[in-house]
């Protein structure tokens, strides 16, 4: 596609929910002239839950890869003279060096995990990434497990920057990168060959955590009708789809309360519900208390 200017304003700042670490020059000095860190490793990396009004404009070349990946909604990015539109379960991986250009889109705004990264091993995961690349749930898909990885990375950086962190997110990085850039090995490690479509749409549920799913989204997966996925569905587990679903979503939610330090709002987006409210209502009809009660529970209870 041929590349031309859309004129956006600045880029926002601050979106619901959102989570970013931009590394200070010395913690990247230290990550530079480490024999094992220096191989790969992060400046700045973040989570953009709805971005709605993101924009950002480099005419000035940055030193670093720079990756997008997008979970939900839509947004477009102008590099190398071409333009590119990118979906839900796509990423890319922009070149150091080379002006660029990144936006959500306006009416469907992404949800986007982010890292800027270098090394003299960046290359190697950044080929043929410059145009947008497919992750989509299937059956042996783990895209839950490449989440999770991305939050170790994160929660590791934000509790301490000392030489042992920086190791641990660098070789956690070459996994999570890994991960995308060879998709098909990643997923055969877990591959199944069950049939079951209930246990098949449990799977989709896991893979789509911080969406917000329906259940024609979950028929058209399994490829029956609402009403007869819905009735299968409950005659082995006890409880309507989205019932399950949202049970999933309040379990993890659970566990972030209890292992990280994370702000109810930004918990609520990871596991899809923009309204902390509802979250709150949610919550509380499940579990018995308040998010805010909850974890102060498990943390008297260590």
């Given amino acids: 596609m041929d590349y031309f200017i859309i004129f956006a304003p600045a880029m926002k700042e601050g979106f619901t929910g959102e989570r970013s670490i931009v590394l200070p020059p010395m913690t990247i000095e230290m990550e530079a002239s480490d024999p094992l860190v220096s191989s790969l490793y992060i400046t700045d990396i973040g989570y953009y839950p709805n971005a709605d009004g993101h924009f950002r404009e480099r005419r000035a070349p940055i030193a670093e890869h720079v990756l997008i990946y997008c979970m939900e909604g839509e947004g477009w ?19 150091p060096g080379q002006a660029h250009t990144y936006a959500a889109d306006k009416d469907r ?18 080929q043929d990434a410059l145009t947008p690349q497919d ?7 783990r895209i839950s497990e490449r989440n999770h990885i991305f939050q170790d990375i994160f929660s590791t950086l934000e509790r301490s920057t000392d ?9 956690l990085l070459h996994y999570y990168l890994a991960s995308m850039r060879y998709l098909r090995l990643y997923r055969q490690e877990a591959s199944t060959e069950s049939d079951d479509i209930v246990a098949a749409s449990i799977h989709y549920m896991e893979e789509n955590l911080e969406k917000r799913l329906t259940i024609s989204d979950l028929a058209r997966y399994t490829g029956f009708s609402a009403s007869h996925f819905s009735r299968l569905f409950s005659q082995q587990t006890g409880q309507s789809p989205l019932a399950y679903f949202n049970r999933m979503k309040i379990d993890r939610a659970c566990q972030l309360l209890r292992n990280t330090d994370m702000h109810i709002n930004q918990i609520c987006h990871l596991v899809g519900i923009d309204d902390c409210y509802y979250f709150s209502r949610l919550f509380s009809k499940q579990v018995g208390c308040s998010p805010k009660q909850y974890r102060l529970h498990s943390v008297h209870s260590l």
């Fill in 163 to 171: 030489l042992e962190s920086l190791r641990y997110a660098s070789s």
């Fill in 77 to 95: 990015y102008a590099v190398q003279g071409h333009q590119y539109k990118v979906r839900a379960n796509q990423y890319f991986i922009l070149p």
């Fill in 135 to 141: 992750i989509r749930p299937a059956l042996n898909s």
């Fill in 109 to 126: 705004p992404w949800t986007i995990y982010w890292i800027h990264f270098t090394g003299p091993h960046a290359a190697i995961y950044s």
